[in-house]
């Protein structure tokens, strides 16, 4: 029979990956206490955290044997709760910074991601990137228009000014 505290786990690390927008698993060997404060502080600014437990326990919970091949050695489960990538890509930066760091495999709706599919899905533009595209997107026709009804006037200006200045003034 489980002990109390594993059904306890089980039961936090299930609500917090239904939370969840994405999830990816790392192992943590290597890292230091100094290093593991940074990226929570760092995972926590950019609206995710990272959960560390027993590996038998992130299998129950993230699905039956889909991740027995990554779950061996320290391993924890980053948590991403605002947007998909913006905690993953907190993650990666830490790993690039300090190389200590192994992401393994990651989760986004119900589709198990590899490694190389987390490094891909953390490189995307995050939420407020892809707002502002679009804004710039939807904000340049206007802009170009605008562009466009104002250059015959700007170039009659530039034509009378060149008259002006080929001519001799006149007292």
């Known amino acids: 029979m489980p002990n109390q505290h594993n059904q ?3 039961e936090l690390l299930k609500e917090k990956v239904a939370r969840a927008k994405s999830v990816a698993i790392v192992d943590y060997s290597g ?3 100094n290093n593991q404060v940074k990226l929570r502080n760092e995972l926590r600014a950019a609206g995710g955290e990272i959960f560390v437990t027993k590996n038998t326990l992130i299998n129950i919970v993230l699905g039956k044997d889909q991740f027995t091949d990554s779950l061996n050695g320290m391993n924890a489960v980053v948590l991403s709760y605002q947007d998909e990538v913006a905690a993953l890509k ?3 930066q830490f790993h690039k ?3 200590k760091l192994t992401i393994k495999q990651g989760k986004l709706a119900d589709k198990v991601l590899s490694a190389a599919e987390v490094e891909a899905l953390s490189a995307l533009p995050g939420k407020n990137e892809l707002i502002s595209m679009l804004l710039a997107r939807l904000k340049s026709p206007g802009t170009g228009l605008v562009n466009v009804l104002k250059a015959s006037q700007r170039n ?3 034509v009378l000014q060149a008259i002006a200045s080929k001519t001799p003034a006149t007292a």
């Open 156 to 158: 009659l200006v530039y």
């Open 31 to 33: 890292t230091t206490v």
């Open 8 to 10: 306890a786990q089980v």
């Open 90 to 92: 907190a993650l990666f």
């Open 97 to 99: 910074d300090t190389d």
